[in-house]
């Protein structure tokens, strides 16, 4: 199983990323697909998450500010971030989850956002 997570650099504040995760290895469609961030000293919390029948959740941090979809035809997942904020910097992971005893995690991508 791989997931590749790609999109993340460097951002003014404002400004928009549109993160992706590419999967394989797995059945994409039987997967809640989730993002999860962590910056040094931190847990990790979650950004958003999108089940296979696709109902999205969020991050409380988010308000409006990102959007999650997912493409089954592709297994990749995409969350949209709009009006980004300095501490949204972090590396963002993606991850596929069945169920506690099998998710799959991805490697991460650094997103800055200065001010």
């Known amino acids: 199983v791989q997931l590749q997570a790609s999109g993340g650099g460097l951002v003014q504040a404002g400004g928009s990323l549109r993160l992706s995760c590419v999967t394989s290895?797995?059945?994409?469609?039987?997967?809640?697909m989730a993002w999860y961030r962590q910056t040094p000293g931190n847990q990790r919390e979650l950004v958003a998450s999108?089940?296979?029948?696709?109902?999205?959740n969020y991050g409380e941090f988010v308000k409006g500010r990102f959007t999650i979809e997912r493409d089954d035809a592709k297994n990749t997942v995409y969350p949209q971030m709009g009006k980004l904020r300095p501490q949204d910097t972090a590396v963002y992971y993606c991850?596929?989850?069945?169920?506690?005893?099998?998710?799959?995690w991805g490697q991460g991508t650094l997103v800055t956002v200065s001010s």
């Open positions: 290895g797995l059945t994409f469609g039987n997967y809640v």
């Open positions: 999108i089940s296979p029948n696709r109902i999205s």
């Open positions: 991850g596929a989850v069945f169920s506690r005893a099998q998710q799959y």
